[in-house]
């Protein structure tokens, strides 16, 4: 906000016009589900700022305001060729990574094992590491609470693999250098597409057909269960599979 012409005006001059080409200049930069984020945190100062305690607004403009159509959902999930292609391209074998490409891989390969963002498998740390009980505490996520994220045999065997890198982060990679080199792997490997995240969504997608709703939703960090379909993309056709 600081950033755009509009942070240059009184927030009581602020009207429904102001907003409204505010959000047409958000929409010429990011996509319209940040924008719809964006409004609602917006929303929300303008709520508080008008209680009595604050006063500093005596109007409320945002409901004569019209909210970006959301994007249609994305529909793409990895296949295990397209898996095994990238990561072979990021040049890794197994085994513990020599650079910081294999570990893009082994990220990419753990995010596909246990549905966790990127964000935050680079911000993993060997103390929330519980091996023995197979799982990872997550003490801050997206959302701003801890979650404990249960450990397949596979996903304990690539945490493993990370050993001896660094004494205190399980991976070395910022947030940005994993995505540049997932990149990287992905145009080298030919492929178009499937985008980093897309791997939480094949997770969830696969993890849907071992676990209940509940569990799914839980380990994913979701309160609402509902959301769980933004990220569920099983096909019809092998949802008919199950029909007979």
């Known amino acids: 906000m600081r950033r755009d012409e509009i942070s240059a005006m009184v927030m009581q001059?602020?009207?429904?016009?102001?907003l409204a080409a505010w959000r047409d200049r958000r929409?010429?930069?990011?996509?319209p589900a940040s924008v719809l984020r964006e409004i609602g945190s917006l929303r929300a100062v303008w709520k508080q700022a008008?209680?009595?305690?604050?006063?500093y607004v005596d109007h409320d403009p945002w409901p004569e305001v019209t909210k970006?159509?959301?994007s249609a959902p994305r529909e793409v999930i990895f296949n295990d060729e397209q898996v095994e292609t990238i990561v072979d391209a990021l040049g890794y074998k197994g085994g513990r990574p020599d650079n910081k490409r294999q570990e893009a891989a082994v990220a990419l390969l753990l995010s596909l094992e246990t549905a966790m963002r990127a964000g935050e498998i680079v911000g993993l740390h060997w103390k929330h590491v519980a091996l023995d009980k197979r799982l990872v505490r997550l003490p801050k996520t997206k959302n701003g609470d801890a979650r404990d994220v249960p450990l397949s045999k596979k996903a304990i065997g690539l945490i493993k693999s990370m050993k001896g890198l660094d004494e205190e982060r399980v991976f070395t990679l910022t947030s940005a250098l994993l995505d540049a080199y997932y990149r990287q792997g992905r145009d080298l490997a030919g492929i178009k597409g499937p985008t980093f995240h897309d791997a939480r969504a094949t997770a969830i997608t696969r993890l849907s057909k071992k676990l209940d709703i509940l569990e799914l939703a839980r380990i994913v960090g979701h309160s609402d269960p509902r959301s769980l379909m933004v990220y569920y993309r099983q096909?019809?056709?092998d949802i008919a599979t199950k029909l007979d």
């Not at 929409?27 to 996509?31: P, Q, R, T």
């Open 235 to 237: 096909s019809a056709t």
């Open 50 to 55: 008008k209680k009595g305690e604050w006063g």
């Open 27 to 31: 929409l010429k930069v990011v996509k």
């Open 13 to 18: 001059d602020i009207g429904p016009t102001d």
């Open 68 to 70: 970006p159509a959301p």
